[in-house]
């Protein structure tokens, strides 16, 4: 189960070379949005490999806030975008 990590961290620079490349800020916040999303899911296989809840609950509350918070950005330039 442990090769399954090499391929995730590629997987994880492509929306980061994606965010570079792309001036528009709706761009930037869904590819950070899903380096988020695939962060938390690496951790979450890290704790199932070590059998550390600890590690999958941090990874649980990485997913949920992380995007919750990510979403509340959104809105926040989007009304500063309308003044």
């Not at 296989?45 to 918070?69: C, E, P, Q, T, Y």
Request: aromatic share 8%; no cysteine; net charge negative.
């Amino acid at each position: 189960m442990n090769w399954i990590l090499g391929p995730m961290l590629l997987i994880l620079l492509i929306p980061i070379y994606e965010a570079f490349q792309d001036e528009d800020i709706w761009q930037k916040m869904l590819a950070f949005a899903s380096v988020s999303t695939k962060t938390s899911i690496m951790v979450l296989v890290i704790s199932v490999l070590r059998d550390d809840w600890m590690i999958g609950l941090v990874g649980v509350l990485i997913l949920s806030v992380g995007n919750a918070s990510l979403m509340l950005l959104a809105q926040v330039l989007k009304r500063v975008n309308e003044l």
